[in-house]
């Protein structure tokens, strides 16, 4: 299982980014999909998710700004992250696990800078 996540950068606060993370040797649309981040310092938080139902959950810091989305075609997912803030800094990483074997699967980091 490889996940690979892309999209970050160096955005000003208050513009937009989308990352997205595109699997292979699992499948996005029956797992438990979701974003995380790491800021310097800080522990690992959970951003937004896919739980295996298809409901969405997001972390009370994100809500209204950020949209976790996927496409079952290409089986990748997506996080829309709009209105971002200084705050949102972070190194980004996508998580899923595999609905059939409980093994769960990081993929590499993307890095989101929000700065003026």
């Known amino acids: 299982v490889q996940l690979q996540a892309s999209g970050g950068g160096l955005v000003q606060p208050g513009g937009s980014l989308r990352l997205s993370c595109a699997a292979s040797?699992?499948?996005?649309?029956?797992?438990?999909v979701g974003w995380y981040r790491q800021a310097p310092g800080n522990q690992r938080e959970l951003v937004a998710a896919?739980?295996?139902?298809?409901?969405?959950t997001y972390a009370d810091s994100v809500k209204g700004r950020f949209t976790i989305s996927r496409d079952n075609a290409k089986n990748t997912v997506y996080l829309q992250m709009n209105s971002l803030k200084p705050e949102d800094t972070a190194l980004y990483y996508c998580?899923?696990?595999?609905?059939?074997?409980?093994?769960?699967?990081w993929g590499s980091g993307t890095q989101v800078t929000v700065s003026s």
């Open positions: 896919f739980t295996t139902a298809g409901t969405t």
């Open positions: 040797g699992t499948i996005f649309s029956i797992n438990a």
């Open positions: 998580n899923t696990t595999d609905y059939y074997s409980g093994y769960a699967y």
